[in-house]
């Protein structure tokens, strides 16, 4: 399983930003996968952000994104998205796309330690 994470930039408070997570898949379908988005800002350790479960029927969000941060997945292009909106200078980091390739249906991974893959990360900077 290889992520290509994608869509980072440097924005000013209050834009918008989406990042995308291109998962490929050997012998398994994408809809196979649970796929969270996680950042890691310097000095600080990597914190969850956001993760949709394998059906794309559940999402948990990070409190600190919660009202600002979407992520929905698109099976058929085997990608997941993080919309971005009010962004703050606390947003800035390296956002990392990671996946699971067990558990439910449902299940929506929020550990470092749930994940089996991860992608590159993509640097956000937010300036006010």
């Known amino acids: 399983v290889q992520l290509q994470a994608s869509g980072g930039g440097s924005v000013q408070t209050g834009d918008s930003l989406r990042l995308s997570c291109a998962v490929s898949?050997?012998?398994?379908?994408?809809?196979?996968?649970?796929v969270g988005w996680f950042r890691q800002a310097p000095g600080k350790e990597r914190e969850f952000v956001a993760a949709?479960?394998?059906?794309?029927?559940?999402?948990k969000h990070a409190d600190s994104v919660k009202g600002r941060f979407t992520i929905f997945r698109d099976n058929a292009k085997n990608t997941v998205y993080l919309q971005m909106n009010a962004l703050k200078p606390e947003d800035t980091a390296v956002y990392y796309c990671?996946?699971?390739?067990?558990?439910?249906?449902?299940?929506?991974?929020?550990?470092?330690?749930?994940?089996?893959?991860w992608g590159q990360g993509t640097l956000v900077t937010v300036s006010s």
């Open positions: 898949v050997s012998g398994r379908t994408f809809s196979s996968y649970a």
């Open positions: 990671a996946a699971r390739g067990s558990g439910t249906s449902s299940y929506t991974p929020v550990a470092r330690f749930e994940y089996n893959y």
């Open positions: 949709v479960s394998r059906s794309g029927d559940n999402t």
